[in-house]
């Protein structure tokens, strides 16, 4: 009875096996292999950041990955890309390329901003005030918004500032130490619901100047913008 058991506990692991192997063979026709792209540009003679340099230029809107908090994780937004889906991390680790503080009032009957501004200063026609902070407006909504540089890339990520409970002091820490807050490593985290910052060391070089070429760049015109996918809270 004993080795009936065996053989059909051996027979089922072959089944199994044979299963997965099949299902990761033709998984692998649809995986794209970026240092296999890159070998066979090196074959052939072709640049590969060059082709990327090229292609860059030609899209009109630079689109940004977005963070979000969502159920005590953050979660990363990757609809802009063949490569990757939705990404959920407990801890992010990124360089802080720019800090912003962005302000928006919503006229709910028509449905869109009437008036948004960025570090105070209003950045549209007619705006309700020639600065926030002689603004007869109370009600507008304000955000932190966090321009990122990980894995590579630029990400940003928008919070409102009870939900950033240490911002002000990782940043006041930071100076004291008389450290920018782009030489730094940041460290996000989330406890229940609310995002902790602390440092995991300097940002090596060749991150720091890359971060600080992208921010001033390719970033610099949309960090001049807001957007209602900075405050989602109004498409409720």
């Given at each position: 009875m004993y080795q009936l058991a065996k053989a059909r506990k051996t027979r089922m692991t072959h089944i199994v096996n044979d299963v997965i192997e099949s299902f990761l063979k033709g998984l692998g026709e649809n995986i794209i292999d970026i240092e296999k792209i890159k070998k066979q540009f090196e074959e052939l003679g072709l640049e590969y950041e060059q082709e990327l340099?090229?292609?860059?230029?030609?899209?009109?809107?630079?689109?940004?990955?977005?963070?979000?908090?969502?159920?005590?994780?953050?979660?990363?937004?990757?609809?802009?890309?063949?490569?990757?889906?939705?990404?959920?991390?407990?801890?992010?680790?990124?360089?802080?390329?720019?800090e912003q503080y962005i302000r928006a009032l919503w006229d709910q009957k028509h449905r869109q901003m009437t008036c948004f501004s960025i570090d105070s200063k209003p950045k549209?026609?007619?705006?309700?005030?020639?600065?926030?902070?002689?603004?007869?407006?109370?009600?507008?909504?304000?955000?932190?918004?966090?321009?990122?540089?990980?894995?590579?890339?630029?990400?940003?990520?928008?919070?409102?500032?009870?939900?950033?409970?240490?911002?002000?002091?990782?940043?006041?820490?930071?100076?004291?130490?008389?450290?920018?807050?782009?030489?730094?490593?940041?460290?996000?985290?989330?406890?229940?619901?609310?995002?902790?910052?602390?440092?995991?060391?300097?940002?090596?070089?060749?991150?720091?100047?890359?971060?600080?070429?992208?921010?001033?760049?390719e970033l610099s015109g949309l960090m001049g913008e807001v957007t209602e996918k900075d405050f989602t809270e109004f498409d409720r």
């Open positions: 340099t090229k292609l860059r230029q030609s899209i009109h809107q630079f689109n940004v990955p977005r963070i979000t908090v969502k159920e005590n994780q953050f979660h990363i937004r990757c609809d802009d890309s063949y490569l990757e889906n939705d990404v959920l991390l407990e801890c992010l680790e990124a360089i802080v390329m720019e549209v026609l007619r705006p309700m005030s020639h600065g926030c902070n002689n603004c007869a407006h109370t009600n507008c909504t304000m955000k932190i918004r966090l321009w990122l540089w990980a894995w590579d890339k630029p990400f940003v990520m928008v919070l409102s500032p009870d939900v950033m409970t240490n911002w002000d002091t990782h940043k006041l820490k930071c100076f004291n130490g008389r450290l920018p807050l782009i030489a730094v490593n940041t460290v996000f985290s989330v406890s229940e619901g609310k995002v902790i910052v602390d440092i995991h060391g300097t940002a090596n070089k060749e991150a720091l100047v890359t971060a600080v070429q992208v921010a001033r760049t």
